[in-house]
């Protein structure tokens, strides 16, 4: 797990030549990742296992904080603090001046893990939207195939859209060149788009792209799923 940083200036001191470290991550895993990750690595068991074991550890912790108490696992450390400040010794807590925090810190094995890591500098970047993965709902299709105006979620970092913007959208590249964009977007969020794979598409193989604006940039960027995508040739309209 190597660890990407690059030095920017600092927003605080822009009259010194000081220097900040920014770790470049290369993606944001989820829920959804972590499940795929455990299903990976344990063909034995089955999504519904894997999640209500999931839910259940979430209850758990939820539980124990409810409760008063501090949560000290092998992966994360969990206290409630309190902010504000208390006029005197006498003073009570009071919600319009005073806010309970959740402090979370790694645990054993994470901090094991971070200490036997190395960073590597790079040159700064500007971001740019990164597709992660592809993932339809139809059970009876293989992975990376689709079929016209079924759902679709592309999940990643970086990917949400300007619907205002012409330019801006998800995109389907033909063989031959054409291009197909996405007018039916269901959610737009930097780490999952969900949307409806157009009507009408003929089956063939297709490059799927995004392209966006990140943050306050006004440059357009773009980034092109690293799987052909296919559309089944048995259900697709020609």
Known sequence: ?????????????????ERVARVLHRACAGDEEVVKMILLRNSGLTRSEVMAVLEEYTVALEYLLKD??????????????????????????????????LNASPG?????????????????????????????????????????GIPVRLSGSYLKINPEKEDEGIYLKAANNKLWKISQ???????????????????GT?????RCRVGNS?????????????????????
Do not use: W
């Open 185 to 203: 977007l269901v959610t737009n969020f930097p780490g999952e788009l969900l949307f409806m794979m157009p009507e009408g598409m003929p089956a």
């Open 1 to 17: 797990m190597p660890i990407r940083f690059a030095l920017y200036r600092n927003p605080f001191k822009k009259n010194k030549e």
């Open 108 to 148: 054993k094995r994470l901090r094991k893990l971070l200490d036997r890591e190395k960073a590597y500098r790079q040159e700064p970047s500007s971001p740019q939207p990164y597709i992660e993965g592809f993932q339809h709902f139809d059970s009876q299709l293989p992975a990376h195939h689709f079929l016209p």
């Open 206 to 210: 297709y490059q799927l792209e995004v």
């Open 218 to 238: 006004t440059e357009l960027r773009s980034d092109t799923y690293r799987h052909a995508l296919i559309c089944s040739p048995s259900a697709a309209s020609e």
């Open 68 to 101: 008063g108490q501090s949560v000290h696992t092998s992966l994360i450390k969990l206290e409630a603090s309190i902010k504000g400040k208390f006029r005197d010794e006498n003073d009570r807590f009071d919600p319009k001046r005073h806010k309970v925090c």
